[in-house]
């Protein structure tokens, strides 16, 4: 009974390095949704996607790029790591019979930290 | 815009005590309001939703309910137990913006 998976864990990177975020989910979901969370200021929303092959922009989406080639599987990138992506990242599926209405389901988080 | 400002923790109560974390709400149009929680080294877990106004959303003896007059979604608790301690997330969602208060931590005392 997976859920959400989230990988990797934890990883540090070097200003400028580049990597990805995968997340996974296994419950069928059409929704999925990438967040940030920092001391203080609850979860933003970077990017979320409705479907297979779509993305759409959330609160705060600058410095960050994401896929969903298949639907069980939402990647977001940092192309060129910056300090204040020093964050914890958490994915969340729904659904997607609401944007408004549906319970979203989250994984367990990725701590980034770019030095 | 829509935002949400909740009370600042964190709050430290002893077993059996009544909690009251209070949320309030600015939206443009009428949005769905949920609290979730999050334990230590975990992702977040939805506690509780109401889709409209004077709905009460209920959960593991949570209640809060949507008060469209005063703004407000206010979680609350007959009875804490050691196992609530967590940091208490209010939200709300108005179709692809999504709104997340700061966070509240609460620690149950034996």
């Known amino acids: 009974n997976a859920g959400v998976t989230q990988t990797p864990k934890f990883r540090v990177l070097k200003t400028g390095q580049s990597m990805t975020l995968l997340c996974a989910q296994d419950?069928?979901?059409?929704?999925m949704y990438w967040y940030r969370q920092d001391p203080g200021m609850g979860l933003r929303l970077i990017h979320y996607?409705?479907?297979?092959?779509?993305?759409a922009k959330g609160e705060v989406p600058d410095g960050y790029n994401v896929s969903r080639l298949k639907k069980q599987n939402f990647l977001l990138g940092l192309e060129s790591a910056a300090p204040s992506q020093t964050s914890v990242y958490f994915c969340?599926?729904?659904?997607?019979?609401?944007?408004?209405?549906?319970?979203?389901?989250f994984g367990p988080g990725t701590r980034l930290t770019v030095l | 815009g829509n935002s949400v400002t909740q009370m600042e923790g964190p709050v430290t109560l002893s077993e059996e005590a009544f909690l009251t974390i209070n949320c309030t709400y600015t939206?443009?149009?009428?949005?769905?309001l949920f609290w979730y929680v999050q334990y230590p080294g975990e992702g977040l877990q939805l506690l509780l939703k109401?889709?409209?106004?004077?709905d009460k959303g209920s959960n593991k003896g949570f209640e809060a309910t949507y008060r469209k007059e005063t703004t407000s979604f206010h979680l609350e608790k007959g009875s804490v137990q050691v196992s609530d301690s967590a940091v208490y997330f209010c939200?709300?969602?108005?179709?692809?913006?999504?709104?997340f208060g700061a966070g509240t931590r609460l620690t149950v005392k034996p």
């Open positions: 419950m069928n979901h059409e929704y």
């Open positions: 939206a443009t149009g009428y949005p769905s």
């Open positions: 109401a889709t409209k106004a004077d």
């Open positions: 996607s409705v479907g297979e092959g779509t993305t």
């Open positions: 969340a599926s729904s659904p997607g019979t609401s944007l408004s209405t549906d319970t979203q389901y």
């Open positions: 939200a709300l969602r108005y179709n692809n913006d999504m709104r």
